[in-house]
Nanobody, 123 residues
Framework: QVQLVESGGGLVQPGGSLRLSCGAS????????MGWYRQSPGKERELVAA???????NYADSVKGRVTMSRDNAKNTIYLQMNSLKPEDTAVYYC?????????????????WGQGTQVTVSS
């Protein structure tokens, strides 16, 4: 299977920036869709940014203009650059990748989630 490892969360002051990373381990053959989601206490998990291979990226209205999702194909890693952070951005952020991985001479589908990384925006 494919496991995702997230990093980059932390405590930042309002107006600050953070870059989250999500790396995939295992024999990834292709990534067809990727996304970042977040969940605050007492709230449901919500979309931050998501895209499919070859398609445009959709951003939540609350983060448009402040957040950029990118991808490094060679490293099987996606990133979430977050600028002008606000206290309401405080949440646990999760990455999600879907694609195919090599398994005993064939390609199997995977749909994996990262373990989550805490982002806290506070003065």
């Amino acid at each position: 299977q494919v496991q995702l490892v997230e990093s980059g969360g932390g405590l930042v002051q309002p107006g600050g920036s953070l870059r989250l990373s999500c790396g995939a381990s295992g024999s990834v053959y292709s990534i067809n869709a990727m996304g970042w989601y977040r969940q605050s206490p007492g709230k449901e998990r919500e979309l931050v940014a998501a895209s499919t291979s070859g398609g445009s990226t959709n951003y939540a209205d609350s983060v448009k203009g402040r957040v950029t999702m990118s991808r490094d194909n060679a490293k099987n890693t996606i990133y979430l650059q977050m600028n002008s952070l606000k206290p309401e951005d405080t949440a646990v952020y999760y990455c999600n990748l879907r694609g195919r991985y090599a398994y005993i001479g064939s390609a199997r589908a995977f749909d994996s989630w990262g373990q989550g990384t805490q982002v806290t925006v506070s003065s």
